[in-house]
């Protein structure tokens, strides 16, 4: 068996009839009644939303009246489809994907910043000759998905560069970690814009690769959790008791002392992902960085989302073309209404 299995993604209606992996498995009859709550993540790793499973693992959910079921989708713009059709309550898409459904009239609303510091990268085989973005003109990109949120994060890099999509460079789709692995040695592809985890998985797929992201791009936040506008009117209680349980995630698996405990929760959620205990450990130690805020914002607590950031991402997309006209109301796109309660 390889050090690391392909990490697959499915399709939300391929996923009917799959065993449910829900928040209580293993641990003692629930203290109050539970809600279920389906969970649309953009891909089936685990530890890429890693408090999340801690807290189904400590019960941290539980204790907070949830039952959830976590489904694994193609990207952001898949999550953002489920959440709209009424198929999941709560999604993990990306900003850019965000501002482009309520651009086209998504009431989809982010509630939960999980990855203040970008969770992308623009990668590079480690023996090329490529230094900055702006070298890979003319050539072709790996990213996971067509429109996941890795697509707009380095479409805002080309396109501040004067690089035009399909003009100066080209997107091609090669999938996540080990699938990307292969678009490198066919020569499909001269980099790939990936995340922690992709890195990650390529790295022990034999891939020696480094980052040539711009440092002020690093800065550019990531996936976070989302709902639609007209879910958090009718269950406030429910956001506030899932935030509440993801914070409480957040600083179970940010101590040391949790490491172990903390890679058996992540592989429940994915076992292929854990066959590696030593890859899972670095693995899960780096996603927690990259989910840890800045010292600018540690203050204001886990899933706080600075408006400057948006801002920030606005108009970028703006400036690539994601956006063909800004949004009349920013400010509608997120909240941090409920931090202070999920961090108290």
């Keep these: 068996m390889t050090r690391l299995m392909l990490l697959t993604r499915r399709t939300f209606a391929g996923l009917a009839g799959t065993t449910a992996l829900v928040a209580g498995f293993g641990l003692a009859t629930p203290l109050m009644a539970q809600t279920n709550l389906t969970v649309a993540v953009p891909n089936p790793s685990a530890i890429t939303w890693l408090p999340m499973w801690a807290a189904i693992g400590e019960g941290y959910f539980e204790e907070e009246g949830l039952t959830l079921q976590v ?41 939960y910043n999980l990855y203040p510091k970008s969770v992308f990268g623009i990668l590079v085989p480690s023996d090329s000759d490529y230094q900055t973005p702006e070298d890979l003109r003319d050539t072709t990109i790996g990213v996971g998905t067509a429109d996941g949120a890795e697509v707009s994060f ?61 440092e002020e791009y690093l800065a550019f936040f990531g996936n976070g959790f989302a709902v639609m506008q007209e879910f958090i009117d009718a269950n406030p209680e429910m956001i506030e008791g899932f935030g509440r349980a993801m914070v409480h995630g957040m600083e179970f698996a940010g101590d040391p002392a949790n490491l172990e405990a903390a890679l058996d929760h992540a592989a429940a959620g994915n076992a292929q992902e854990g066959e590696d205990r030593e890859f899972a450990g670095a693995l899960l130690v780096a ?32 400036a690539s073309g994601d956006l063909s006209a800004p949004l009349d109301d920013l400010e509608a796109a997120y909240t941090n209404e409920f931090v202070e309660a999920w961090n108290q």
């Excluded at 709560?90 to 965000?98: L, N, T």
Aim: charged share 20%; glycine share 14%.
């Design 154 to 214: 380095a479409r805002a890099i080309f396109s501040d560069l004067g690089m035009e999509q399909d003009t100066n460079y080209t997107f091609l789709p090669v999938g996540d970690g080990g699938t990307a692995a292969v678009g490198f040695m066919r020569g499909d592809v001269a980099g790939y814009v990936g995340a922690v985890s992709d890195a990650a998985i390529l790295a022990s797929r034999g891939m020696d690769l480094r980052e040539i992201t711009p």
């Design 287 to 318: 996603a927690h960085e990259r989910m840890t805020p800045t010292d600018a914002y540690i203050e204001q607590g886990f899933g706080y989302q600075p408006p400057e950031h948006w801002e920030a991402w606005h108009e970028s997309l703006l």
């Design 71 to 111: 489904e694994a989708v193609d990207g952001s713009g898949q999550v953002i489809q489920a959440m709209a059709a009424g198929q999941a309550q709560i999604g993990a898409p990306g900003p850019g994907p965000v501002l482009a459904a309520r651009s086209r009239g998504v009431d989809v609303k982010f509630i």
